[in-house]
């Protein structure tokens, strides 16, 4: 994760949390997957540089969830962002969702993306959050977002991100946020306000380390 010094950090945080069904328990696990695993024994078709995969089940079954980069097919932009959910079917692997974003040409560098895993609602099935910053060229303000996957269907929040402790941010939601479970609504708020001030966003956890979320 990026420190709070680092001013344009390319991509500061990309988080999918997801949880493995264990009926009657929120706990989640998610177990990552070797690169090479994914086009060669799983036979899933990746989209540009893969930078992680992430396997879990529940309710629904077996899952697959990647990050990847790959240049921009859009001249205006330097690198597209892709975040993708398969589910394993008697057919073979199909594609949930997928979310793309784009990247401005910038000289600082890539932070990782992080990858945690939660069942937040308790419905034994994955909700999954992605969050990341999307810096400003020259002195414009970084531009932070964070999608929730809900059932599937995807909600967002947007906003500002604050540079140094002594910036403010800002956040909006879109218009069928509010129609999101009241869990899910804190999980996305909790974590939007500690990625979008400095102060907080180190205590984001990852899932390298083992981390779930709050």
Known sequence: ????????????????????????LHACTSRALPLATLSETLGLHTEGHVTQAWACKDASGDHVLMAA????????????LSFVKHT??????????????????????????????????GDSLADVFIAYTLPGQDKATDEGKLLVFYKDKKYAIRGVIARTPDDFGSRRVSDNF??????????????????????N?????????GGTGP
Not at 204 to 209: D, E, I, L, S, T
């Open 201 to 209: 966003r180190k205590k984001v956890p990852g899932a390298a380390a």
């Open 178 to 199: 509010l129609t999101l479970p009241q869990p899910i609504q804190t999980q996305a708020l909790q974590l939007w306000d500690r990625l979008s001030t400095p102060i």
């Open 1 to 24: 994760m990026a420190t709070p010094s680092q001013r344009g950090v390319a991509l500061c945080a990309a988080l999918l949390l997801l949880g493995a069904w264990s009926p009657g």
């Open 69 to 80: 980069r790959q240049p921009s097919p859009d001249p205006q932009f330097a690198t597209q």
């Open 88 to 121: 394993r079917t008697p057919s073979g692997w199909k594609k949930d969702w997928q979310a793309r974003d784009y990247l401005a040409a910038t000289n600082a560098p890539v932070a990782p993306e992080l990858m945690l895993i939660k069942d937040v609602d």
